[in-house]
């Protein structure tokens, strides 16, 4: 065996093997896999093999159309057959709810390029004709969809791995991983040690035995899951005799199962309740290449649900029913990308749909680890979408429910039950006593809005305006005529200081580092192309210290990006401050009268100017106030040692109790946002987006001297671009208005899509944000949005329709 190599590969499954092709593909052929068995040996060679482009994650999607269009190419590429049965995926839909998931999903299927076709009761009984369509609304078709044989794509992807100069060990378990003093891995096993730049762990079921190896707590835990395939059946022998065609992968999602024809009989599968957790505290030693016992009862009603639907199931008797470990995380999305805290680790891990999901994702692996950087937005499946809140507990209970939510209507505003209440706030407990209907970012529990009395504080999910409409409508209205309180504390915070801090932070933003001490500055941390890949709200507290605020669900993503950025001589230092401090904004025209009630300091316009920030005491408490908020009226965030936050709150309820004081959620937050053009990190700021495409011009300078993605985004310009960032008015709105990713039309041709949407009650209209080709960007230019599967007319209107000028913020 080499003791050197430029990466190795742990993990022969398809996932670790698609990524040792990819590598290879770029033209990384000093590239190892090792396998502890035999490639295939862990939950590949089980699985189904069914390639669903369904998914409604923008990221995932991406990852699953690369997949699907890869994977018809390797035979030819590799001599090897990989079984690709393009027979489509219909999905049926026995409700409205559904049929709007399915219309909403379509729209990010559209934007990425994803063929999705729309089937009536008949043409699915058609296409299907032993199915009962009774019940049916419709469904939708992927005609490009299918399934492959696992086991046979693998072997293909290894065989194209090797003929380009990769190498694979099997039978060569890895049993520790160290870093040595020169800064590369050294990865052991029986067989001999490897030295090498880069590690890629795509362990499957054992990523958390694998992640202990360099003291990684990788957050998946693999779920139980069973298919049953039937004996063959006589109608599906002759229908293959006489040269029909195959039915289509065939899921109904109400009753959460899938099938397809399997060797003339029927395969199905459920996604049951109560399905465990497993290997919750790794895989033992005595699990080969198993299964567990099957599992029947747990199946009954998904078996009686398919046998009503398509009577030829229970005709036959069960050949083989496959249960076995699937690994899972709390989302359902699988962990692509860096660790944390570890330089050139990379995890491949969590897959549920790996089978899918391993062309794409062992692609953008290849691109980030060889060019830096992936070329899609991977925030989806970034492995620092969690923090260290996701402990063992949280994992095993979230995973269980993440698969049991696997066919649930994926509303954009659902909130899933388990593991809460579990991070609060201190003003938790009261913000309940309001009212507040809380969901869950990073594990914290964050109001998103408030019942006021009478009205039961719970959430009726919807594509369309929700049973919340009129209340977040209420808490706008408050803010923009008294003034509104609302729970930030999830934002992520920390400092930099020390005697290399300016310069470092200068080299990382690509707007001007506020000057003096006490001034604020919206800065973005590009990647090496000029994309965005941070926000960073930045306040400076002393010449050398720094203060900085991000996006609550982006923590580790955030501080991990800063703190593999220090420079190596220690004059830079990074204090982790999300946990010791609280966020309260107030925000409103009667914000200055609140705040000067419960402050001895001066707050008029002169003495705290916007874009400020002081050190004043809000009651007892010592408190930064910064003179910044996100929905664009006069106010201020007060970060405050986390202990005080109640003593500040009532303060501030008690004082404001005359000038009509009241809190107010995300929803609204989200709804003011948008009447101001904000943009978001994930949504309107990403990768995928130059920072001037996403009309950050006046928060860039090239001429500031060297930052990150400068000259990428320079030569960008140069090339010209693709996008224009938008903002849009909705017209002929009755009860559904845009909620991101729906495409944009001029003419019948898709120009753009849409990246959020929301009515704004300040203006008193539906207005979407969005991107769409420069040509067509100019106000007053009528385009088409598509939402829930009809076109509706809308017109670019100039940015930020409430208060152009910001006069309210500099009030
Ligand atoms: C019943 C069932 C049906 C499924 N159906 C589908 C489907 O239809 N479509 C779909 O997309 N997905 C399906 N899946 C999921 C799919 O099986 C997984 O997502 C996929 O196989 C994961 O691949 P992987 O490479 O990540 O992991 P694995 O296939 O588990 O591979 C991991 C490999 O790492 C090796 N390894 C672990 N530790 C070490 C070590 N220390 N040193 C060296 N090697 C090590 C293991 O031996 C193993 O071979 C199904 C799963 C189940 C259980």
Redesign the pocket.
Known sequence: MKSHARVVV????????STLYHLAKKGWGDAVL???????????????????LFNMSYSVGQIHKYSVAMYQTLEEETGQPVGFAKVGNLRLANTRERMDEYHHYAGTARTIGVNVEFMTQAEIKEMVPFCNAEGLIGGILHPDDG?IQ?ADLTMALARGARNMGATIHQH????AIERTASGEWLVKTAKGDIACEHVVS?????AR??GRMVGLHIPSIPVE???IVTEPHPLLIERRKNGEREMPVFRESDASYYMREERQGLLL?PYEKGAPACFVDGVPSTFEKDLFPGDLDRLEPHIEAAIARVPLFGEVGVKEV??????YTPDGSPLVGPAWGLPNFWI??G????????GGAGWQLAEWIVEGRPTIDMLGVDPRRFGDYASKAYLKAKNEEAYEHVFVIHYHDEERPACRPYRTAPCYERMKTLGAVFGQKFGWERPNWFAPEGVEPKDDWSFRRANYFEHVGNECRNVYENVGVLDMTAFAKCQISGPGAEAFLDRLVANRLPKAVGRIGLCHALNQTGGVRSEFTIMRDAPNRFYLVSAGALERFDLDYLAKQLPADGSVRLDRLTTQVGVLVVAGPRARDLLQRVTDADLSNEAFRWLTGQFVDVGLAPCRLMRVNYVGELGWEIHHPLEMQNHIFDTLMAAGQELGLKPFGIRAMDSLRIEKSYRMVGTELSIEYAAYESGLDRFVHPNKGDFIGRDALVAWRERGFDNAFVTLEVGDITDADALGNEPLYKGGEIIGRATAGGFGWRVGKSLALGFVRPDLAAPGTEVEIEILGNRKPATIIAESPYDPDNAALRA
Do not use: K
Not at 202 to 206: K, P, V
Not at 322 to 327: A, F, L, S, Y
Not at 351 to 358: E, M, P
């Open positions: 742990i993990g022969g499954g398809v996932v670790g093997v090792l396998e502890r068995t035999e490639l295939t040996a862990g939950s590949t060679w089980h699985a189904a093999g069914l390639l669903p399934y696992p060569t378990p890895v049993t795509a362990t499957g079921n054992y035995q694998t899951h069973q298919f599968g496959v249960n076995g470990p699937i690994p491949n891990e897959h549920s749909f790996g089978v899918t999901a391993a």
